[in-house]
């Protein structure tokens, strides 16, 4: 049985930092491009971040100098870490297992989604 479960989220203040967790089991979490989605209300997924197996990351415009996306393959953990938060940050958050990926935009065929965690950021 596939699971992501995600955890992190929370309300803060903009200017604040989150730092979001997927912890994965199921797959072999160590061989798959992962990635974090967002959703906020009355709007599309979009993708933020994405890594290889292999440590190469990719990110949205929207976050880039922001966010950073890692992984712990020892532990079958992603991570997002998010600085500098604003309101149009506000989503809910989803991890991700790629079948491919396109680093430069995130965006690809996903096999495996998590469940969401939400962020909500006040000005």
């Known amino acids: 049985i596939v699971t992501a479960v995600a955890s992190g989220g929370g309300l803060v203040q903009a200017g604040e930092s989150l730092r979001l967790t997927c912890t994965v089991s199921?797959?072999?979490?160590?061989?798959?491009?992962m990635g974090w989605f967002r959703q906020a209300p009355g709007k599309g997924r979009e993708a933020v971040a994405c890594?290889?197996?292999?440590?190469?990351?990719g990110s949205s415009d929207a976050v880039k100098g922001r966010f950073t996306i890692s992984r712990d393959n020892t532990r079958n953990t992603l991570y997002l870490e998010m600085n500098m938060l604003k309101p149009e940050d506000t989503a809910t958050y989803y991890c991700?297992?790629?079948?491919?990926?396109?680093?430069?935009?995130?965006?690809?065929?996903?096999?495996?989604w998590g469940q969401g965690t939400q962020v909500t950021v006040s000005s």
């Open positions: 991700a297992a790629y079948t491919y990926a396109n680093l430069g935009s995130c965006l690809g065929r996903v096999q495996y």
């Open positions: 199921g797959f072999n979490f160590a061989v798959y491009t």
């Open positions: 890594i290889t197996h292999e440590n190469i990351k």
